[in-house]
């Protein structure tokens, strides 16, 4: 009678032990599935992958079952305690056909539906829109190639003050620090959208969870793509290719919206004439921060710049493009990185700088692609800033320096 109650009694605590043992372990499977398993997407294509992966995880997992198993037990079983003299037996073609028969299958079973979705994802023909996508060290250009809109994209202003060293900045205060971008890749839900990508400097690859792409991009070369998003949404991404010391502070933002938002915003990309002037109001120097908001579209050369308001545009344009190498400070990183601190270029004359900064020199790449407005702006902080006694810079002289 006691023993039969004993007996119940360790039968049910074992069994409660097995299943909260079990409750807490299908949590955990649920749990690292949200937070560490492939996203699912929002493509047909990622839908896809998706399964893909999820097949070739659980195969391998009825691998590793059956081999940890065949070890375990094994070791187990044949331990030399048990079995003080070892078998001797040598080879067997039936097990060796056998296992090598088996994995074959196996493979061939996960590449038949793998190369039909690869097959789909090269398949880039009627796409409704094409944009090109230009990776630079560091930051993205979008390209609406036949719409004549092309931007850059680059880390968000607010991020990249906080970065600094020594900026005095809780990064932690910074509402999507280091993923957020000035200007999105604003794309329409439901439409074909063709993706060339290359580079202008090294090796980058545009890389974006949501949509299943991870494209290298490589100067020279033109890689294509395409997606057809299926629900609206912001998607991030970022730089997937080492290509450099701001490597991690290149994100990729894609905003997929409505046909008819995408139009309006397009409208109002081409109002603009796809050229970005920093906002002219004065920014107090010492607390950029305060001033992050996003440049704001307008056209080139609209009025005449207070050389306050020329300056303090141009800390933008610096602090955007230029202060990752040669610092907030001025004070560069050299060997490679040379201060504009009392820099002979700087202070000697104007048509010295405006022509570095269209055509670059050594490491410096060229800023061609900033608007005259936008080199005459950051010429001109260049030229003041950090004790400097340079002039500052028209945009006409810009203008003249391009021809
Ligand atoms: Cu561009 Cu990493």
Redesign the pocket.
Known sequence: MMLSKSGLRGWLARSAALMTLWSLASEAVAFTGEKWNMTQGVTAISHEVYKLHMAAFYVCCVIGFIVFGAIIYSIINHRRSKHPKPADFHESTLVEIIWTAIPFVILIGLAIPAAGTLIKMEDTRNSELTVKVT?F??KWQYEYLGEGVSFYSTLSQESNVARQLGSGIDVNTVPNYLVDVDNELVLPVGKKIRFVITAND?I??WWVPALAIKKD?IPGYVNEVWTKIDVPGTYRG???????RD??F?PIVVRAVSEAEYKTWLEGKKKGAGVEVAPAAAAPVAAPAAEAALPVAAPAAAKELSKDELVAAGEKVYTANCAACHQATGAGLPPNFPALKGDKVANGPAEGVIKQVLNGKNLMPPFKQLSDQDIAAVASYVRTSWGNKGSVVTAEAVAAARK
Do not use: P
């Not at 970022?238 to 450099?244: F, H, I, Q």
């Open positions: 990776g060290q560091w090294v980058h690859a991009a970022v730089c997937a290719e080492l290509c450099g490597h991690g290149m």
